[in-house]
């Protein structure tokens, strides 16, 4: 099976990209604005992350043919793009696929 390294290693780099925006949103932007009356962070960082959310699910969902990728990791994928760390974990797996 020949994989699309270059398609690949897009969805990897968009996972770190947007897991990164997760952490980001969770971790800087929500305490600016609930402990510190800050809500301009996510004024600017929630858009963001929704945009890099929305983009990630949709090239999970084309990997699985542009990749190929198998359904296992479709469905990780897309599991894993909802949980705070999930987009880190799926990329682990990624990585082995590009390593073959």
Known sequence: ???????LLILIWFGIIEGIS???LFFVAMPMKYI???????????????FLFIGLVMLILIGKSQ??????????????????FGP?????????????
Not at 1 to 7: A, E, G, L, S
Not at 42 to 47: M, R, T, W, Y
């Open 1 to 7: 099976m020949k994989i699309n390294r270059i398609f």
């Open 22 to 24: 997760t952490l980001f």
């Open 36 to 50: 510190y009356d800050q809500p301009l962070y996510v004024q600017i960082a929630g858009p963001v992350h929704g």
């Open 67 to 84: 990749i190929p990728l198998s359904t296992k990791i479709v469905i990780w994928g897309l599991v894993g793009s909802v949980l705070p």
């Open 88 to 100: 880190f974990v799926v990329d682990v797996e990624l990585y082995r696929l590009l390593k073959n």
